[in-house]
């Protein structure tokens, strides 16, 4: 980690590169004592960074500092496998990133039946974050289920009960719709167990028709059209590795995040 002194690069050009503001405005954020770097607060205008090791952030929010770094959000469809190949030739995830030049890896996975938002990165530690339940990232789905969905079973999904792989409940839940025949669900988790969403509802009784993931953490899937990808804007790659940097790397996770 750098300090103060002549060497790396002025901390004004580090952020103004970055798309954070013009040098001028910047040197107005270190006066008011906004931007912090690795955690502590800059006073100083001459103050000079190494930009590929220093943590930077500005009113508590991460900068994303390193530019080889990509960040993409896909909204997955139904029967394409969570995978960049597949060994059995189903239809994979590589048709979604060929406008990127860097080698991108889907961040957790959800089953083929499953669609809506995954998050693509060549970015390993913010990966190891995001997919394991030790941190405890949530994600929010929309389930479309069998059968009319009453309060009680909505309570018994936020109390908790007992599957064959040990205890599980939901962080929330709400009952969106109710029909004839079906009933929309929608389901806050941060557990990453395997197809848990699909075995919470049929454990109640209704089984999963079809599911959606519409949030992960602090992204959400918006008007994104079901087969299409984009980089995260800045304001989302701020969260993300804020998010990220606030994590505890000592945790060991005992779940691979699938759904």
Not at 162 to 188: H, N
Not at 193 to 206: D, K, S
Request: glycine share 10%.
């Amino acid at each position: 980690m750098s300090d103060a002194g002549t060497d790396g690069v002025r901390l004004q050009k580090v952020l103004a590169n970055a798309g954070v503001a013009s040098r001028r405005v910047i040197e107005d954020y270190i006066v008011a004592g906004r931007i912090r770097v690795n955690g502590e607060v800059v006073s100083e205008l001459g103050r000079r960074i190494d930009p590929e090791n220093d943590l930077v952030d500005v009113d508590g929010t991460a900068v994303q500092l390193d530019q080889s770094k990509r960040y993409v959000i896909l909204n997955k469809p139904t029967g394409v496998v969570s995978s960049m190949k597949d060994d059995r030739g189903r239809p994979d995830l590589r048709r979604f990133t060929k406008e990127w030049t860097e080698r991108l890896y889907n961040v957790g996975r959800l089953d083929a039946d499953t669609s809506g938002l995954l998050v693509l990165t060549n970015d390993g530690e913010l990966a190891h974050v995001l997919a394991h339940p030790s941190f405890g990232v949530t994600k929010v789905y929309i389930a479309k289920v069998d059968g009319r969905v009453t309060p009680q079973t909505i309570s018994k999904l936020t109390k908790g009960f007992d599957l064959d792989d040990g205890f599980i409940k939901a962080d929330k839940a709400r009952l969106l719709d109710t029909g004839s025949r079906d009933s929309l669900v929608e389901l806050t988790l941060h557990s990453g167990r395997n197809r848990i969403v699909r075995r919470m509802m049929a454990e109640v009784g209704h089984p999963v028709v079809e599911l959606v993931r519409r949030q992960f953490g602090p992204l959400h899937l918006g008007t994104l059209p079901v087969g299409r990808a984009r980089e995260l804007t800045k304001v989302e790659r701020g969260a993300l590795l804020t998010l990220s940097r606030g994590a505890s790397a000592s945790d060991t996770p005992e779940h691979q995040e699938t759904e």
